[in-house]
């Protein structure tokens, strides 16, 4: 899959073929600007969940695992950049080997655990909103759907891993490329796109228009006090329009290098023969890659507590410390209060509120 972001048109490149200087000088410039942003935004992300007590629920720690996936595709982008400038070119020995298939496949598990990492997040909050008086993603739950996570994305690189050879050409290079037996390369890319994308992104469709219908329709158990109903409303509509906004913004940045490996692997006499400019074959992949940086950006953008602790780690203010007692005291006395105003409170509070 890989190695067909560079050439996805075409087949392999004749021998001397250089591509133009401009694409490598500007695929580089975003490949720095999204490493930096993207190390940066999801280790910030892993941190705060991780450290901060009130920001550890279900639905962050989940986010906290699709930072992690992020990560993986940030510390993989190097050697997808070396595409743009040697191609296949790699080193021999165990070791280039063996880093051949790793940096190889680790494009495809980074993909397949983010949008895993997806649907778990989407069917956290749908059952929240669903079933606000049950505790279903428990932390055994939660801890089980990651460890599937990453057991269905190691599943689907090895495959890729054992295609990937790093073969010596006589007189040459090594070179670290896919090597498929007949149509099983078909067989692969159309499987990957059913599973990594066609599927989730139809679970997730479905679970989250339910939990929409669910959250604008009815009325919160547990809540008499009218302003208590709409700032509880508001306060689930934002958190559920933050994840809804990283679904959507994550379909968008991979639809058009799916489509494009699929045209490429189904027909890709439709690539010979169109007229559409190299640069475009390289920056569509780019699109899904921007997509690890961007999604730190979006919890700022939408969550007042990541907002809140990204501010105190990047400025230097309050302790971690005393910011978690304040945070918790503070959410401990509205929580009071909004016992005095409505006589009880439900879950759906509870579960909302540490996003």
């Known amino acids: 899959m890989l190695p067909n972001m560079a050439n996805n048109a075409t087949d392999a490149p004749s021998v ?24 940066i935004g999801n280790t910030l992300v892993i941190y705060i969940v991780f450290t901060v007590t009130h920001m550890r629920s279900s639905t962050n720690t989940l986010i906290a695992n699709m930072a992690f996936a992020d990560l993986l595709m940030t510390i993989d982008i190097p050697y997808i950049l070396k595409w743009v400038f040697v191609w296949d070119k790699w080193f021999g020995t165990f070791m280039g080997t063996a880093l051949c298939k790793v940096f190889h496949s680790a494009q495809v598990g980074s993909l397949a655990a983010s949008v895993f990492s997806l649907v778990a997040i989407s069917l956290d909050r749908s059952f929240g909103i669903i079933f606000p008086m049950k505790t279903i993603m428990t932390r055994n739950v939660v801890r089980f759907a990651i460890a599937m996570t990453w057991l269905g994305a190691l599943a689907l690189t090895i495959p890729l891993m054992i295609a990937v050879k790093n073969t010596e050409l006589p007189g040459m290079y090594f070179s670290c490329k896919e090597n498929w037996p007949p149509m099983s390369q078909i067989t692969y890319n159309t499987f990957l796109f059913t599973t990594t994308y066609i599927i989730p992104m139809s679970i997730i469709t479905i679970v989250y228009t339910l939990a929409g219908l669910r959250l604008w329709s009815r009325k919160l158990p547990g809540h008499r006090n009218l302003m208590a109903h709409k700032k509880a409303q508001a306060s689930s509509r934002r958190a559920t329009a933050m994840l809804i906004t990283v679904v959507i913004v994550f379909a968008l940045s991979w639809f058009p290098f799916q489509a494009l490996e699929m045209i490429r692997v189904l027909n890709p006499q439709i690539l010979k023969d169109s007229t559409i400019p190299m640069e475009v074959h390289f920056v569509i992949p780019w699109f899904g890659y921007c997509n690890s940086a961007i999604n730190p950006v979006l919890y700022v953008i939408f969550s007042v ?51």
């Open 16 to 39: 001397g073929f250089q591509i133009p200087r401009n694409i490598q000088i500007g695929v580089t410039i975003l490949a720095v600007i999204v490493i930096i942003l993207a190390m």
């Open 305 to 355: 507590n990541y907002r809140r602790e990204f501010y105190r780690i990047l400025c230097r203010g309050t302790s971690q410390r005393s910011h978690s007692n304040a945070a918790v005291v503070g959410e401990h006395t509205s929580r009071q209060r909004g016992e005095r105003d409505s006589g009880e409170t439900s879950n759906f509070d509870l579960w909302d509120t540490h996003l």
